[in-house]
T-cell receptor, first 109, second 112 residues
Framework: KNEVEQSPQNLTAQEGEFITINCSYS?????LHWLQQHPGGGIVSLFM???GKKKHGRLIATINIQEKHSSLHITASHPRDSAVYIC???????????FGTGTRLTIIP | DTAVSQTPKYLVTQMGNDKSIKCEQN?????MYWYKQDSKKFLKIMFS???????INETVPNRFSPKSPDKAHLNLHINSLELGDSAVYFC???????????FGPGTRLLVL
C-alpha cells in the first residue's frame, strides 16, 4: 500500500463542473503539496499547505491533519484544467517528498 | 530566463553506455533534487542536495551519481545504463528543503 493514495485515478467531467480530487496519507507529515503535470510533461507546484485551506483563483486546497486527508477542488472547470494532479507529502524529519500516483483529469468542452 | 533548466530534453542511448543530465537553476535556491518518473507516471525522489551537500540519497543503484559543482547546478551521471533506467528525470529546486519546489522540464531518457 502506498503511503500516499489518491482518488479517483481518472476523472472526466464537463466544462463548468465542480471537481474534487482526494488524497489520503499514512505517515506523519510537515506539509502536503499539490502539483499539476501538464499533458506536455511540465510540473507546476499549485499549493503547499500544512493546515486549513488555501485558494488560488478557481483552485482550492484543504487539509485535515487529524484525518490525514487533503482535497483539491476546481470550481467552474475548463478544458485547460485537463492535466494530471499529483499529491505529495513531506515527511516530518527528513523532509523527503513522497508522491501519490496522480489523478488524470479531463474536462470536456 | 527559465528558472530551472535541464539538458538534454531527450536522450536516446544504448545499454551499457554512460550518460549525464545537467540541471541549472537561476533562482538562488539552496536545495536541489533529482526525481525519476517511471512509465506509470509515478514520481520518486532520487537525491537531494543542500548547498552542494548530499542530504537525501534514496535506494538508488550506485550507477547513479549526482554531482553538484556549485549550488546552482546539480548534474546526474549514470554509468552502465540499463533498460530499466528508461524514464523521465526531473530536476527541482527550492529555497529551503521545506519550501515550494520548482521543477525543470524533464529529461526523457530511453535506453535501447
Amino acid at each position: 500500500k502506498n503511503e500516499v493514495e489518491q482518488s479517483p485515478q481518472n476523472l472526466t467531467a464537463q466544462e463548468g463542473e465542480f471537481i474534487t480530487i482526494n488524497c489520503s496519507y499514512s505517515v506523519g507529515i510537515s506539509a502536503l503539496h499539490w502539483l499539476q503535470q501538464h499533458p506536455g510533461g511540465g510540473i507546476v507546484s499549485l499549493f503547499m499547505l500544512s493546515s486549513g485551506k488555501k485558494k488560488h483563483g478557481r483552485l482550492i486546497a484543504t487539509i485535515n491533519i487529524q484525518e490525514k486527508h487533503s482535497s483539491l477542488h476546481i470550481t467552474a472547470s475548463h478544458p485547460r484544467d485537463s492535466a494530471v494532479y499529483i499529491c505529495a507529502v513531506r515527511s516530518r524529519g527528513n523532509e523527503k517528498l513522497t508522491f501519490g500516483t496522480g489523478t488524470r483529469l479531463t474536462i470536456i468542452p | 530566463d527559465t528558472a530551472v533548466s535541464q539538458t538534454p530534453k531527450y536522450l536516446v542511448t544504448q545499454m551499457g553506455n554512460d550518460k549525464s543530465i545537467k540541471c541549472e537553476q537561476n533562482l538562488g535556491h539552496d536545495t536541489m533534487y533529482w526525481y525519476k518518473q517511471d512509465s506509470k507516471k509515478f514520481l520518486k525522489i532520487m537525491f537531494s542536495y543542500n548547498n552542494k551537500e548530499l542530504i537525501i540519497n534514496e535506494t538508488v543503484p550506485n550507477r547513479f551519481s549526482p554531482k553538484s559543482p556549485d549550488k546552482a547546478h546539480l548534474n546526474l551521471h549514470i554509468n552502465s545504463l540499463e533498460l530499466g533506467d528508461s524514464a523521465v528525470y526531473f530536476c527541482a529546486s527550492s529555497q529551503l528543503a521545506k519550501e515550494t519546489q520548482y521543477f525543470g522540464p524533464g529529461t526523457r531518457l530511453l535506453v535501447l
